[in-house]
């Protein structure tokens, strides 16, 4: 934490400072350091987000946990400190991300937020040009226009994200209410636990039993509280996908523009070429003798007006060639990118569900420990009784 501001701190500036250790390549400009150790704040990252975006729009930008408002700098708050735990997890992940991708890990910006020498992050990103546009520029341009030809492979992926994030919603409603459930049951179970325990301190015949349940009692709220926080844990990486489909939906949202711009100057050509064939009819009927008669009285030029017709069609032309260039290099490096971040989507979820079926199994095997705990203690009631 830093404490900046006028008069001496009164009005201090409280804020969190994520210090990152990156190893830097032997080949890189740090290649004196084996490790580069470097400090900076959430803002300085949503910075290089926006900018990322706004540079490579063909390109599926890893997303930053969103800013939250109201979240007051108490290091002695245990809210506070999970909300800086999970956001620094994923901070960490976002530069995994940046790190492992073929393009944005070789921009000069992200080798320059990881630059130690770099202290003013945003200075240095006004200095190339960028001055903080609204990432909403993108995100608010949603093209509802009817478009005549669809490429099916982004409109595969818009239909996908949308999926994606409508099923991820509902996991994690369902997890909320499940996490909710196992924590009441553990508190109840812990509070009968401990009523138990009371009782057998003032008995004398059966303290061992009223103990030896209340132990049990307790081992089952353990177990519960386990499978709340290991559930919470475990889709922590979902909400980095959560987040990820309004990145998808932004390169499709940005593929669907240029293919509408690209359609309205083929529109555009196609009527001026359209007008070119009525005036080449127009001085086809002036070749008659009532059309000669009339050219005569009007003393018009179609020469002049085919010609500038014609002038108007080549530089639609060159517009449309242009369109269709631009279009064409954004779909090259958007599927490249798409495929990409598919193959990665794979690879995470294995990577996910291999967690998830070894944390079940520590679930299991406490579950079971519970059982043959809970066997023992009410097996010495029963074995008490008989005799």
Avoid at 255 to 271: F, K, N, R, V
Wanted: charged share 25%; net charge negative; hydrophobic share 40%.
């Amino acid at each position: 934490q830093r404490l900046g501001g006028l008069f001496g701190g009164v009005l201090a500036d409280r804020h969190v400072v994520y210090t990152i250790i990156a190893t830097a390549p032997r080949e890189s400009s740090f290649d004196d350091k084996e490790q580069l150790k470097l400090h900076r704040r959430y803002r300085e990252f949503d910075l290089l987000h926006a900018y990322l975006v706004m540079k490579y729009p063909f390109v599926v930008v890893p997303p930053v946990p969103e800013k939250r408002i109201g979240i007051s700098v108490d290091t002695a708050d245990p809210l506070f400190l999970n909300f800086v735990r999970d956001r620094m997890a994923a901070l960490n992940v976002f530069l995994i991300h940046l790190q492992n991708h073929p393009t944005l890990s070789q921009d000069v910006c992200v080798l320059h937020f990881l630059d130690p020498e770099v202290n003013d992050f945003k200075k240095m990103l006004e200095g190339i040009g960028f001055t903080g546009m609204s990432k909403s520029r993108i995100k608010n341009l949603a093209v509802s226009w009817g478009l005549k030809n669809v490429d099916c492979r982004f409109h595969d992926s818009l239909v996908y994200s949308d999926s994606l994030e409508e099923t991820l919603r509902s996991l994690f409603e369902q997890h909320e209410v499940l996490s909710s459930s196992s924590q009441r049951i553990a508190k109840l179970y812990s509070t009968m636990a401990s009523t138990l325990r009371d009782w057998s301190d003032i008995e004398v015949f059966e303290s061992n039993a009223l103990f030896s349940t209340s132990e049990s009692l307790k081992s089952f709220a353990r177990s519960a509280h386990f499978t709340a926080y290991q559930g919470t844990r475990i889709l922590l990486p979902m909400e980095e996908y959560m987040m990820s489909c309004e990145a998808l939906r932004r390169v499709v949202r940005h593929q669907l523009l240029l293919q509408y711009e690209m359609e309205i100057a083929e529109d555009g050509l196609s009527e001026k070429v359209l007008a070119k064939v009525h005036a080449d009819q127009e001085r086809n009927d002036h070749l008659t003798m009532p059309g000669l008669a009339s050219k005569l009285l009007s003393g018009g030029s179609d020469t002049n007006r085919l010609d500038c017709l014609q002038e108007n069609i080549e530089e639609q032309e060159k517009e449309v060639e242009e369109k269709q260039r631009t279009l064409s290099s954004f779909t090259k490096k958007a599927v490249t990118d798409l495929n990409r971040f598919h193959k990665q989507r794979d690879d995470d979820m294995r990577k996910f569900w291999t967690a998830y079926a070894v944390e079940q199994i520590k679930s299991l095997r406490m579950g079971l420990g519970v059982w043959r705990q809970t066997r023992q203690s009410f097996m010495t009631i029963v074995t008490k009784e008989t005799s």
